[in-house]
C-alpha cells in the first residue's frame, strides 16, 4: 500500500508542477518517492510531466485531444495521467496530436502497465471529493435502481466509459454532466457442476 501510495504522490506532485494547471513552487527534484518492480514511480512521476507540457504546447484541450484520438476525454485524460494502458492503434494518433512528445515516452506509454490504484489523499481535494460526496450521496438509490432495471448485479469499472462535459442550467448557470457508462455484470449462481477449479480436500 505504501509503495502505491508513492507512486500516486509522485504523479500527483507532477501534475501540480505543472503551471498550466495547477499553480505550486516545487520542484520534482524534492518528491520523495520508492521504485519496485512493476512501475518506477519517478519515472511514471516525470513522464506525465511531459506529457502535460506536450499538451500545453499543442494547445489541446481534453475534448480537443480525445477527438483526435478517437477516445473519451477521460480516457484521454487517463492517458496522460499514467492511469491507462496506451494501445497501439491509438499511439501514432497520440504523437501526430502531440508532436513534441518523444517517441521513447510513447513506447514507455504502450508497454509500461500502469499502477491503478487510490489514495485517500485525493479525497482532500475539493473537487474530488465533492464528487466522491455525490457518489456515497446517491450510492444506495443508485443501487436499487440498477438492481430493479438490471437484476442483482453491478456495474463494471472494466468495461467502461467516462465522459465529462457540460451543460447550462434554466438561469444560464454552467453545471457539469458525468456519465458513467458501465457493462452490467449479474452475480452468478455458483454451482458445483460449474465449478472447474474446486479446492482440494485433505
Excluded: W
Amino acid at each position: 500500500m505504501m509503495m502505491c501510495r508513492s507512486f500516486l504522490c509522485a504523479k500527483r506532485a507532477c501534475s501540480f508542477f505543472h503551471q498550466n494547471e495547477f499553480s505550486y513552487a516545487g520542484k520534482i527534484g524534492t518528491v520523495t518517492s520508492r521504485g519496485y518492480a512493476s512501475i518506477n514511480a519517478t519515472d511514471q512521476a516525470e513522464r506525465t510531466k511531459r506529457l502535460l507540457d506536450a499538451k500545453a504546447k499543442a494547445g489541446l484541450t481534453y475534448d480537443a485531444l480525445a477527438s483526435k484520438l478517437g477516445v473519451t476525454n477521460t480516457y484521454a485524460a487517463q492517458l496522460i495521467l499514467g492511469q491507462a494502458k496506451l494501445s497501439p492503434d491509438i499511439a501514432e494518433k497520440l504523437q501526430d496530436a502531440l508532436p513534441t512528445l518523444s517517441q521513447q515516452d510513447v513506447h514507455d506509454m504502450q508497454t509500461v502497465f500502469p499502477m491503478r490504484s487510490f489514495d485517500s489523499e485525493l479525497l482532500k481535494e475539493p473537487n474530488i471529493y465533492r464528487t466522491y460526496e455525490a457518489i456515497t450521496h446517491y450510492g444506495e438509490a443508485i443501487k436499487s435502481i440498477i438492481n430493479e432495471q438490471c437484476g442483482d448485479g453491478i456495474m463494471s469499472a472494466i468495461d467502461f466509459y467516462c465522459d465529462v462535459g457540460t451543460t447550462s442550467g434554466k438561469n444560464g448557470e454552467k453545471r457539469v454532466v458525468i456519465t458513467f457508462n458501465g457493462k452490467f455484470l449479474p452475480h452468478i449462481v455458483q454451482k458445483d457442476e460449474d465449478n472447474t477449479a474446486k479446492s482440494p480436500r485433505d
